[in-house]
């Protein structure tokens, strides 16, 4: 029987199923070929996220992943370096794509829950000497998964942009959970999107939709996003299908991520007063909880496989840290399902 019938999926906010409503909006999808340009719904996607991230021209792309790598692929040159944190996604989880296909090296900073500031970013910047790599892309996560979803703060990231302009190196934003930032601190996704040059958001987390995500930047990054999709293996044919639902999520998906976030905080006050987790409740800002482990004699793998057998799925995030992550296919009562379930092990 498939897992997503009987289990409650806090692994990722990825695996929510489309809703009956998102699915009818797929099949009504006037589509084209999307490599020809001539898929009118992607076409409208497109212009619709251009225009929520005040950006020139938006791109669709099949997942989060390529938005990465395209955009690492059109702001470097091969040997370049890439200033980001060491806890991001890109590094972390990209299957070491940025070396395999751009040829870059990640020149990792440590930040508290992955956050960097403007001052290590501009020690950063290496000096033109013949021995340095060049700084090519500064890179960016928000929210921050690694560090537990929490909010990029707003004059961090025009900080960080200001000394980007000054060196004249590019930024890039992972906002694979853009609008999660945006509804979590009330910061429209523009105001989020304005200090960097390229920046994305998925369709397929916390929006609900089974595939996508829309990159954005100026007409001419956009121009060269688009021929390195193509040589990627991005260029899709009739994507207006899934585009539609994309277009059905922005109107019917955003504002609801509150009540993710409302029942990611449920669950971690909670789960905070059981003594065998540990709980940042600091971190937990949006939709994704981490818990640390506490008893030596517990492992995440052990307490994962426990809670598997009682119905709930959770990510394992390290040895000893595991995570939750709330989305649109958990409710009220799935919460408290869960948290009975961690009682009745844990309690
Ligand atoms: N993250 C997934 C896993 O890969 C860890 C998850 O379950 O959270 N940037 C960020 C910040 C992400 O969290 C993810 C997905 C991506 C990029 C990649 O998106 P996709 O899965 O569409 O390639």
Redesign the pocket.
């Known amino acids: 029987m498939p897992v997503h019938t009987t289990a409650i999926d806090l ?4 695996v929510t199923h489309p809703t009956a409503a998102m699915r009818a909006a797929m099949a009504a999808a006037e589509v084209g070929d999307d490599v020809y340009r001539e898929d009118p719904t992607t076409n409208y996607l497109q212009e619709r996220v251009a225009r929520l991230l005040d950006k020139e021209m938006g791109l669709f792309f ?7 790598q395209v955009a690492i692929a059109a702001h470097c040159q091969p040997g370049q370096e890439v200033i980001c944190d060491r806890d ?3 590094f ?3 299957s070491g794509a940025a070396a395999r296909l751009s040829g870059v090296q990640l020149h990792m900073l440590p930040g508290p829950y992955g956050l960097i500031s403007a001052e290590q970013v501009e020690a950063s910047i290496r000096q033109v000497d013949i021995h340095n790599p060049q700084t090519g892309l500064i890179l960016l ?1 928000n ?3 690694r560090g537990g979803g929490v909010v990029h703060p707003l004059p961090d990231l025009e900080q960080i942009g200001t000394v980007a302009r000054l060196y004249g190196v590019p930024m890039h934003l ?1 906002g ?2 853009l609008l999660n930032a945006s509804v979590a601190s009330g910061t429209p996704p523009d105001q989020i999107a304005r200090p960097f040059d390229s920046v994305y958001f ?1 369709l ?2 916390g929006l609900g939709c089974p595939v996508g ?1 829309v990159l954005a930047g100026s007409s001419s990054f956009i121009a060269r996003a688009t021929y390195l999709r193509k040589a990627f293996g991005g260029g899709m044919r009739q994507s207006g299908i899934l585009a539609a639902a994309g277009l059905y999520a922005l109107d019917h998906h955003v504002e609801r991520l509150a009540e993710d976030h409302h029942r990611a905080r449920w669950l971690a006050s909670t789960l905070a007063t059981l003594p065998v987790f540990a709980i940042d409740l600091e971190a937990v800002q949006t939709n994704i909880v981490l818990m640390d482990i506490v008893p030596d004699h517990l492992s995440a793998p052990v307490v994962a496989a426990e809670l598997a057998a009682h119905g709930v799925l959770v ?1 394992i995030f390290g040895p000893r840290r595991l ?1 939750l ?1 709330t989305h649109l296919d958990i409710g009220d009562s799935a919460v408290e399902q869960a948290i009975t379930a961690f009682k009745t092990l844990y309690g």
């Open positions: 692994r990722s906010d990825t099949p997942s989060g992943t390529m938005c990465n991001c996604h890109v972390n989880y990209e996560e929210t921050h998964n992972d694979a959970r998925c397929s987390k995500s990510s995570r992550v």
